[in-house]
């Protein structure tokens, strides 16, 4: 739908290359913070509008989106070094926008905007292994490479089957029932699951679900939600919204049987 132009807009100093609705929402968060303002009135400058409605939707995501109107008009185009700890059983929260990768171009879009996949399985990864040698962005470059993205969930399941193998895991397909999901959930057991598009969220991603709580409700990492991300789920919510899911663990190797 054509861009639409009026008088919210014109009168607080908004962008007029976005549409009315947008302006609107935009107007009554003026408020919020100095970059939020800033960004607000040069939204044209930003390029996307799916990256203003990201701001919009996640407040954590202002600077991100804010280092947008750099006076070069360029954003890091090579991600940070991940350095954090991490430890086997633990699962580091991890979001798409995070500055350290969220810039760099994945499936034709800023990884921001389409690095579910890679942010999941790096997820995954660190809180199954222990090891933090695998981020998002290195994911995201291997699947690139791979020729791995996917036009619906921007990153393809076979990549993610492939790249499990390569780094020691073992993902299988599991059918999309709640008693198959919450059963799968044990210690050691973690699950990406594809989220169809308007359910969750407005768009079909990745997400990762680990842990069943004591009243049957189990966890869920949403790359792309702070708000998904920040409560327990019914399994039977998570199951009917689901594409497909898979349980991901560490390949069992002689060794590790031995000492088990």
């Given amino acids: 739908m054509a861009a639409q132009t009026g008088t919210p807009a014109t009168e607080n100093k908004i962008s007029t290359s976005i549409s009315a609705d947008l302006a609107n929402e935009l107007n009554e968060r003026l408020k919020q913070n100095e970059t939020f303002a800033k960004v607000v009135e040069n939204a044209d400058k930003v390029g996307n509008p799916e990256l203003i409605e990201l701001m919009l939707r996640e407040p954590s995501a202002i600077d991100y989106v804010a280092a947008y109107l750099a006076e070069d008009g360029e954003v890091p185009t ?12 633990y699962y580091p929260t991890l979001y798409t926008w995070d500055t350290r990768w969220g810039y ?12 579910s996949g890679p942010t999941a399985f790096a997820m995954a990864y660190m809180g199954l292994t222990g090891k933090n040698d695998q981020s998002p962005d290195s994911i995201a470059q291997k699947a690139t490479s791979a020729k791995g993205t996917d036009p619906t969930f921007d990153t393809s399941p ?25 059963d799968s959930i044990e210690s050691g057991t973690a699950l990406l699951v594809q989220i169809r598009e308007r359910t969750l969220t407005d768009s079909a991603h990745w997400v990762l679900v680990t842990g069943r709580n004591l009243d049957g409700s189990i966890n869920m990492h949403d790359p792309t939600s702070t708000s998904v991300t920040e409560h327990p789920w019914d399994p039977d919510t998570i199951s009917s919204n689901a594409q497909a899911i898979y349980t991901l663990t560490v390949k069992q190797t002689s060794e590790s049987n031995s000492n088990s």
Avoid: C, H, W
């Fill in 78 to 89: 090579e991600a940070q070094p991940f350095d954090e700890n991490v430890s086997k059983g």
């Fill in 104 to 115: 760099l171009t994945y499936a034709d879009k800023p990884m921001a905007l389409s690095g």
């Fill in 158 to 182: 076979e990549f993610l089957l492939s790249a499990s193998r390569e780094f020691g895991l073992v993902m299988e397909k599991i059918d999309t029932s709640k008693e198959d999901m919450s």
